[in-house]
């Protein structure tokens, strides 16, 4: 038994003691967390979690994170983080992606784990909310078994839901410039989201989201374009030989799926990358380059195929005195990115790489 999964037991107890019975929590019901198990002394930034209702006439209801910015919350900016899946809890962008929290890895000895900082956690520099959806993820819930089948429009929809909801009752966030981000199928999920946002803007609906733009790591597109492009990016890193590279290459899934439930039914994304960053938003799409999952060489011809101008070439781009990976700069404030060496969560094994990235991207500072 991992350390990872004892220490994951331990945190649902914790992090659920305000609510042992969900069915009967309230809307935006939600309590600031200061003490972790296995964290030596209080937690040094501001964690809140709690719960919102996103269907009224059922009671579904979405688990969230949230972890205001360690420089300058009422300033900077406030990111939506869509990991994996689905069904992949907020809890893994929170402590092994882009969060403030680590583990420290050692064998199990039948201790309590230990939780670390983060020195490259993403919410030194922005304020972050980790998400648990769709219903049935995490803590979110429903008491009627409807909400446990939906698909991907739904679940944009939402998701678009809780961050109005979210919003109103954090009122002092309102005016921040606001992404939406994701990696893996999180990265499909994401601009889905973001045109939600969108269209809600010019809609008029309140409030208003004062949404700056989007950015997806090792994203999900579609089956056609990710899929395809494994042989070719396995044999390029030498994994597969010639003869092989007529065969296939079996799908890597970090999270169990539950096909059962939840439906597919956007066939690829492209579309919703191309009206977004044609409406004037910023994009970031970075690869870690050594992912077989969603290789990078798929991702950037998709980017290339929107057919926006090139600004800068491609180029190499430094973090730690090093080179980090490689970039290329779109006109409409386009950005590609490979993370050197990174994995399919980029972030968990290159978080120095990938911090310096998102730092010069939020910045509007060059690669």
């Known amino acids: 038994m991992s350390t990872t999964f004892i220490l994951l037991q331990i945190l649902s107890v914790f992090f659920c003691n305000f609510c042992l019975f969900p069915y009967y929590c309230n809307a935006l019901h939600a309590s600031r967390i200061t003490h972790l198990p296995g964290f030596n002394g209080s937690l040094p930034f501001y964690l809140e979690t709690g719960y919102v209702t996103v269907n ?60 670390t900082s983060n020195p490259f956690s993403w919410t030194q520099i922005s304020s972050i909310i980790f998400l648990d959806w769709p219903v049935g993820t995490g803590f979110s819930f429903s008491p009627s078994i409807v909400d446990y089948h939906t698909d991907e429009v739904k679940s944009a929809k939402q998701i678009y839901k809780f961050l109005i909801k979210w919003l109103l009752d954090h009122p002092s966030f309102q ?104 409406r004037g938003y910023r994009a970031l799409i970075y690869s870690g380059d050594h992912d077989l999952d969603i290789p990078f060489i798929g991702t950037l011809k998709w980017v290339r195929s929107l057919n926006f101008s090139i600004v800068e070439n491609w180029r190499s ?18 950005t590609f990115a490979t993370v050197k060496g990174g994995s399919h969560t980029a972030p968990n094994n290159m978080p120095l790489q990938c911090f310096v990235m998102f730092e010069r991207w939020i910045s509007h500072k060059s690669l």
């Open 56 to 115: 009224e006439e059922s009671g579904a209801e979405l688990f969230y994170y949230f972890v205001e910015s360690e420089r300058n919350p009422s300033d900077d900016p406030l990111i939506l983080f869509l990991v994996g899946g689905p069904y992949c809890s907020g809890f893994s962008g929170l402590a092994l992606d882009v969060g403030p929290l680590g583990f420290m890895v050692k064998a199990y000895d039948g201790t309590l784990p230990t939780l």
């Open 175 to 278: 005016s921040n410039p606001f992404y939406v981000a994701g990696d893996s199928y999180g990265g499909k999920m994401a601009p889905l989201s973001a045109l939600e946002i969108a269209d809600g803007n010019e809609n008029f609906r309140q409030p208003f989201v004062n949404l700056k733009g989007y950015l997806v790591g090792n994203p999900v597109t579609s089956d056609r374009i990710d899929i395809s492009s494994q042989p070719p990016h396995a044999y390029g890193l030498g994994i597969i030989s010639d003869e092989l590279l007529k065969g296939t290459v079996e799908e890597w899934h970090r999270c169990k799926q539950d096909s059962n439930n939840y439906t597919y039914n956007v066939p690829t994304s492209v579309p919703h990358h191309l009206n977004l960053i044609r």
């Open 317 to 334: 781009w430094r973090a730690g005195g090093q080179v980090a990976g490689y970039t290329i700069l779109f006109s409409n404030n386009l």
